[in-house]
């Protein structure tokens, strides 16, 4: 079992001015986070491209869209959305829409701006995977929660979000200084 940052390396370690020997024994759940969200996100992508031909990030771009209205986002807000830099989304719209699953579309008054618009075979490959990750996130994650487990995951996790947001400054002001 990975202890408390055995992940990081020993010249990290020396040169840390605190004993990291004695570290809170809440860092022991980071290595096991990163570890299990691995594992789970490359179960899904396997079961999703099995069953469909489809990754999981396209599935993700893809539940987006649908929900979006009139199934389409902004690629700004679809970057920040699916968690990847402009030029990650970028270069995964451009698989996408050589696949016939969505489509870029210009914004009438603001040139800069271009939306990813889902297309009628978008919608359908979404509704053919759909099955498939809501089940592989049944069985490989919400089975194993226990009752209480899903409020105290979300309280966890809306409580490290909220914090990590106030604490940082936003993108457009580390752009600006």
């Known amino acids: 079992m990975v202890r408390c940052f055995d992940f990081v390396d020993r010249a990290t370690i020396a040169s840390y001015p605190g004993n990291m020997k004695t570290c809170d024994q809440r860092h022991d759940v980071w290595p096991l986070f990163l570890r299990t969200y691995s594992v789970l996100v490359d179960r ?28 389409r986002m902004r690629m700004q807000d679809l ?3 699916v968690l990847l830099s402009k030029s990650g989304l970028t270069r995964l719209v451009d698989r996408m829409e ?5 489509t870029r579309g210009a914004c009438a008054t603001d040139r800069r ?35 209480g487990d899903e409020a105290a995951l ?13 604490e940082a400054p936003s993108r457009e002001a580390r752009k600006a200084s």
């Open 113 to 147: 701006v271009v939306y990813a618009i889902i297309t009628a075979s978008g919608r359908s490959a979404f509704d053919r995977a759909a099955p498939v990750a809501f089940e592989g996130v049944r069985e490989h994650f919400a089975r194993h929660l226990a009752p």
């Open 79 to 81: 970057s920040t959305a």
């Open 44 to 71: 899904l992508d396997s079961e999703l491209t099995a069953a469909g031909g489809m990754p999981l990030t396209w599935f993700d771009v893809l539940v987006h869209l649908v929900d979006a209205p009139e199934g």
């Open 98 to 102: 050589r696949a016939g699953l969505l």
């Open 154 to 166: 979300r309280g966890f996790f809306e409580r490290i979000l909220t914090a990590l947001q106030e």
